[in-house]
T-cell receptor, first 113, second 108 residues
Framework: SQTIHQWPATLVQPVGSPLSLECTVEGTSNPNLYWYRQAAGRGLQLLFYSVGIGQISSEVPQNLSASRPQDRQFILSSKKLLLSDSGFYLC????????????FGPGTRLTVL | QKEVEQNSGPLSVPEGAIASLNCTYSDRGSQSFFWYRQYSGKSPELIMSIYSNGDKEDGRFTAQLNKASQYVSLLIRDSQPSDSATYLCAVRDGDMRFGAGTRLTVKP
């Protein structure tokens, strides 16, 4: 069966500090990978998605970036965090194809102070 | 702008009742439809997917899709307090788009 991991689970960072969140998937090959952000009381905002190693598509221009160094690893980064970057960051995976379900990791709750 | 709309709630039902959650979407080209359950502080969990018009049942859950009306719903029969959560509707036409969710409270 497939498993998706995210770490850290919670993070408190000062404004202007860097960020690195990691997501890994087990039990599948060539997954599509996604990063979402969910602000308090709001819906899911797609940040990045990847259909393969080194292939990143950005949905929202901002101070975040993503990388996919390995088939089942997806990393979300920032060089300088803003207060508005606070939120619940979710990694998800799906099989290739347009209609497939997305499955979410446990998430990372980021607070920027 | 392609949108997925849900009533934010809260929707409150007594234990044992049927909870009805509704979702409308704007993109007629959408082909895949999903319901996720999200407990407070947790990540969304997929509970139902539906791809064709009509009803799809899975245990106490029934998803209903009407593409002509651009409407998808989720019925929860015999609601339990453990069903209290936010329910997210998602629509996929290539990109996955999520509604903001409906908060459901089931009162004992």
């Amino acid at each position: 069966s497939q498993t998706i991991h995210q770490w850290p689970a919670t993070l408190v960072q000062p404004v202007g500090s860097p960020l690195s969140l990691e997501c890994t998937v087990e039990g599948t090959s060539n997954p599509n990978l996604y990063w979402y952000r969910q602000a308090a009381g709001r819906g899911l905002q797609l940040l990045f998605y990847s259909v393969g190693i080194g292939q990143i598509s950005s949905e929202v221009p901002q101070n975040l970036s993503a990388s996919r160094p390995q088939d089942r690893q997806f990393i979300l980064s920032s060089k300088k965090l803003l207060l508005s970057d606070s939120g619940f960051y979710l990694c998800a995976w799906s099989r290739g194809g347009l209609g497939n379900e997305q499955f979410f990791g446990p998430g990372t709750r980021l607070t920027v102070l | 702008q392609k949108e997925v709309e849900q009533n934010s709630g809260p929707l409150s039902v007594p234990e044992g009742a049927i909870a009805s959650l509704n979702c409308t979407y704007s993109d007629r080209g959408s082909q895949s439809f999903f319901w996720y359950r999200q407990y407070s502080g947790k990540s969304p969990e997929l509970i139902m997917s539906i791809y064709s018009n009509g009803d799809k049942e899975d245990g106490r859950f029934t998803a209903q899709l009407n593409k002509a009306s651009q409407y998808v719903s989720l019925l929860i029969r015999d609601s339990q307090p453990s069903d209290s959560a936010t329910y997210l509707c998602a629509v996929r036409d290539g990109d996955m788009r999520f509604g903001a969710g409906t908060r459901l409270t089931v009162k004992p």
